[in-house]
């Protein structure tokens, strides 16, 4: 099964800063990979995803990721951080076949100064 | 709006008692996913229809069961309630059978007293 881990708890940066969220998996193949964002009282939002092909995923609000198959990293990235970004943020990385279903981290609080 | 629409937003019950959560997919999706989450398990994946069939279980308990009727809504039944399944109870929806990303709705926080 596969599973995935975020390094870090809480993550504060200051407004315009560059941020990257750690991400780490562990499975037998190339998974699939997501990140989400969870802003306060509200659902997950799908931010970005990778299957195939180019390592490095765009996403949306400005997000980037990178796959680094020699690592089992899946790396959330984005150059200049803005005050709506403070949310909640997960890694979720899925199976090819098999049992389907995502298994999500258990987040990343970003929080940003102004 | 992410067009996912889950009800109610906020329920308050007793230990004991039984809820029913439920979950509007996105026009066009015919997969529900239900997800429990708490401050110390996480995100937990707890049951996936598809079109009105049950694809696959995850950590879901016995006194909880769900259904997707034929206008593809979802409920979730949470029975015999304690104090532990308070928690925050989303619902995601997504086109395919199998998950190509999640599109969730802003979840129901159940509190049992």
């Known amino acids: 099964a596969q599973s995935v881990t975020q390094p870090d708890i809480h993550i504060t940066v200051s407004e315009g800063a560059s941020l990257e969220l750690r991400c780490n998996y562990s499975?037998?193949?190339?998974?699939?990979l997501f990140w989400y964002v969870q802003s306060p009282g509200q659902g997950l939002q799908l931010l970005l995803k990778y299957f195939s092909g180019d390592t490095l995923v765009q996403g949306i609000k400005g997000f980037e990721a990178e796959f680094k198959r020699s690592q089992s990293s899946f790396n959330l990235r984005k150059p200049s951080v803005h005050w709506s970004d403070a949310a909640e943020y997960f890694c979720?990385?899925?199976?090819?076949?098999?049992?389907?279903?995502?298994?999500f981290g258990r987040g990343t609080s970003l929080i940003v100064h102004p | 709006d992410s067009g996912v629409t889950q009800t109610p937003k906020h329920l308050i019950t007793a230990t004991g008692q039984r809820v029913t959560l439920r979950c509007s997919p996105r026009s066009g999706d015919l997969s529900v996913y239900w997800y429990q989450q708490s401050l110390d398990q996480g995100l937990q994946f707890l049951i996936h229809y598809y079109n009105g069939e049950e694809r696959a279980k995850g950590n879901i308990l016995e006194r909880f069961s769900a259904q997707q009727f034929p206008d593809l809504h979802s409920e979730l039944n949470l029975s015999s309630l304690e104090l532990g399944d308070s928690a925050l109870y989303f619902c995601?929806?997504?086109?395919?059978?199998?998950?190509?990303?999640?599109?969730f709705g802003s979840g129901t926080r159940l509190t049992v007293v």
């Open positions: 979720a990385v899925g199976a090819r076949g098999g049992s389907y279903i995502p298994t």
């Open positions: 499975y037998g193949a190339t998974p699939y």
């Open positions: 995601a929806s997504s086109v395919a059978e199998t998950n190509y990303g999640y599109t």
